[in-house]
């Protein structure tokens, strides 16, 4: 399952940028460093759209796990 840190998008874009996520049915968590998406199989392709849509930036592949939620 891979697993990203994505840059924040802008203020004015992340309550879209949460809401595609959860339309796709992606897991993600909001961190003190950006937010953590969790693709399962088969939602690479959506992850793909929404990172096109929003130019999500991703600042790093695998992140170390964060506990303290």
Known sequence: MPTYLVVPPPPQQRMGFMDALEEAGIAYSREPDGYV???????????RDIQQRFRARIAEEDPPLIFGM
């Not at 399962?40 to 392709?45: C, F, L, T």
């Open 37 to 47: 998406v969790y693709l399962k199989d088969g939602q690479q392709e959506a992850w």
